[in-house]
């Protein structure tokens, strides 16, 4: 408004005390507003002009273009639903400015879910829906490390089907009550490797195949993951940045996004560089590698409890993030490996991944979990690698909020022997 003390404020909203809002700040400098609205009436005093409602004496108001009323809504699952994606891009100020790149993050804990994996989590219910494995009624079954639980039980309860979840018992506790709060069943699972039975992701095939009228949505080996960031995701991020996308940068562990963006980017933009970020311990970064010319890495498929898994040789290690890396080539990341769309890898260690959480929150106030802080740490690094002048893209996969019993947990950082040190900007 400073910057056009001339100017005129036009917008829409349902909401007067955001309408005061304005009004006190265009007053400030000078600048008028009107406003838009087929739902609330703005009082006199409030100082706005107002279109697109009827007085309270009949007369129309027509002295500007009005904005459609909004009508009501006799689907219950449309708002909702439709408020999956569009997320923002947010450019993050220091490392932009440290580097002299652009480095973008969509925020991804804006969709209803609060996380990046709501809009999978769409994908798989429709796909169910559509094949008429998930019947009115029914129970929607997944192996989850928290996000996908959470979407898909939001999109239960909206459509009303009964939902039931297992996962690592050493998930965060703040994701487990959100998906019991959303009227799921959750199921702790014990840290053993995919080749155990008794592993999160065949105990959600075991019980799916149990329990009457219920579907594993499969999100590891549903391709309806990917094609979920390729339709939305992707096409964001592009018109977003107006076309101009140098690098895009992620994690994975589905390998969902990776496999839908690497694929719509490279189909559009042949030149952006994709490069995959990875935590330690995890088997992807060294297949990228292999893929790409460097030390080839054992793998082996093998059927347990009645699933096929396609296993990678796994390096040590391990992290803090959560559904993040793996030893297992899924589907989904198969879409991105096997036709080449990695253009390389960075491997994020646990001490990079509290550093960057912990400067992102207090230098640039975006509050971010630990797979969201690794994807900002290879973004940087790329920025550093790349130089000035760059668009760089990651994904801000979900809030800093399901981790406070974690990664902002004092007592945890203490007890896992991590503090936040200082970013080499």
């Known amino acids: 408004a400073r910057a056009a003390a001339r100017a005129h404020i036009t917008y829409t909203t349902h909401r007067p005390d955001v309408t005061a809002m304005w009004a006190r700040a265009a007053a400030a400098v000078g600048v008028g507003v009107t406003v838009g609205t087929g739902l609330v009436w703005i009082p006199e005093w409030v100082g706005v002009r107002q279109v697109g409602l009827e007085s309270r004496d009949g007369s129309d108001l027509k002295s500007a273009p009005t904005t459609p009323r909004l009508k009501p ?3 219950r699952t449309g708002p909702l639903l439709s408020a999956i994606g569009n997320t923002p891009l947010l450019e993050i100020p220091s490392l932009s400015a440290a580097t002299g790149c652009r480095i973008l993050g969509k925020a991804e ?6 996380s990046i994996k709501d809009r999978p989590a769409l994908y798989l219910v429709e796909a169910a829906e559509r094949s008429g494995q998930l019947t009115p009624g029914g129970t929607i079954v997944e192996a989850t490390g928290g996000n996908t639980g959470i979407g898909l039980a939001m999109i239960a309860a909206a459509k009303g089907y009964k939902s039931v979840f297992t996962h690592p018992a050493s998930i965060s506790s703040e994701k ?42 499969q999100q ?23 076309g101009k996308v140098d690098v895009f940068v992620c994690s994975a562990g589905t390998g969902g996004t990776i496999g839908g963006v690497a ?30 010319g460097g030390e080839a890495v054992g793998s082996t498929t093998t059927v347990v409890a009645g699933s096929t898994v396609r296993l990678l040789q796994k390096p040590p290690g391990g992290s803090i993030a959560e559904g993040v890396g793996t030893d297992r ?45 690794m994807n900002v740490v290879a973004a940087h690094k790329l920025a550093k690698k790349f130089g000035p002048g760059k668009t760089i893209v990651t994904v801000l996969c979900d809030s800093g909020a399901r981790y406070n019993s974690k990664m902002y947990n004092a007592e945890w950082l203490e007890k896992e022997g991590l503090s936040p040190g200082k970013v080499e900007l």
């Open 73 to 75: 809504c006799h689907d």
């Open 109 to 114: 804990w804006m969709n209803p879910g609060g």
């Open 176 to 217: 487990v009550a959100t998906m019991q709060m959303l009227g799921a069943e959750t199921v702790a699972c014990e840290g053993v490797p995919i080749t155990d039975p008794r592993h999160y992701y065949h105990v959600a095939v075991r019980i799916a195949a149990e329990r009457k009228n219920s579907v594993a949505v």
């Open 220 to 242: 590891f080996e549903n391709t309806a993951s990917a094609q979920s960031h390729y339709e939305t995701t992707a096409p964001e991020i592009l018109s977003q940045t107006g």
């Open 263 to 292: 694929r719509y980017l490279k189909e559009k933009r042949p030149n952006c560089q994709v490069w995959l970020a990875d935590p330690e311990g995890s088997a992807l970064a060294p297949a990228v590698r292999a893929r790409l």
């Open 329 to 373: 080539k899924t589907a989904n990341f198969a879409l991105a490996l096997d036709k080449d769309l990695i253009d390389g890898e960075i491997v994020v260690s646990n001490a990079e991944i509290v550093t960057m959480a912990y400067h992102l929150l207090r230098t640039d106030g975006i509050w971010v979990g630990p797979s969201a802080a």
